[in-house]
């Protein structure tokens, strides 16, 4: 054994934010892109909060395929004055690298279940030409009006298999 090799030859370093969910103010957690997401209540590394996220470290996706699955957590949901929950809104949207709006999902009222709340949702990007785009995930709690969102870069691949069929816009 040679001692005098380092253990550490290619050490980088980085700054580390970590966000505080304990304010008042209505936050987002971080976007987890996955590759799929199904319901398991089994405590095993990727589950959270009920259900088995398969991450998506590379965040990519294959034109005219599949969906994009996302997690994450909205935090600091508040009451009404008269203690209502009333609801919170999500809209998701998918932007290009000119920051426009190429594909818009929509916005969805959903029940609080408390004061934070879990996100799961499948978006079909299959209508999407190869290129570098960001999911934008946006919420909007309707008792304080507060707005929040978050963006995650990803990419769309263009298909092996429809680019050696000859198929446009791949």
């Known amino acids: ?28 957690s971080d976007i987890q892109l996955a590759l799929d997401l199904k319901e398991d209540t089994t405590e095993v590394k990727f589950n959270k909060s009920g259900m088995k ?20 957590e909205v935090y600091n949901l508040r009451f009404d004055s008269e203690g209502n929950k009333k609801g919170y809104s999500l809209s998701f949207s998918v932007l290009d690298s000119n920051s426009s709006n190429p594909k818009d999902y929509g916005s969805m009222i959903h029940t609080k279940p408390g004061n934070t709340s879990v996100v799961v949702s499948a978006l079909n990007v299959g209508s999407l030409l190869p290129g570098n785009y960001f999911l934008q995930v946006s919420a909007k709690d309707l008792a304080s009006g507060e707005e929040t969102k978050k963006t995650k870069p990803f990419q769309v691949l263009a298909s092996p298999m429809l680019e050696a069929a000859g198929e446009p816009g791949t």
Do not use: M
């Open 53 to 72: 996220v398969f991450p998506n470290p590379r965040r990519e996706y294959i034109a005219k395929q599949g969906l994009l699955y996302l997690y994450a």
């Open 1 to 28: 054994i040679d001692y005098n090799i380092p253990l550490f030859t290619n050490l980088k370093k980085a700054q580390l934010f970590i966000p505080d969910f304990k304010t008042d103010s209505l936050q987002l």
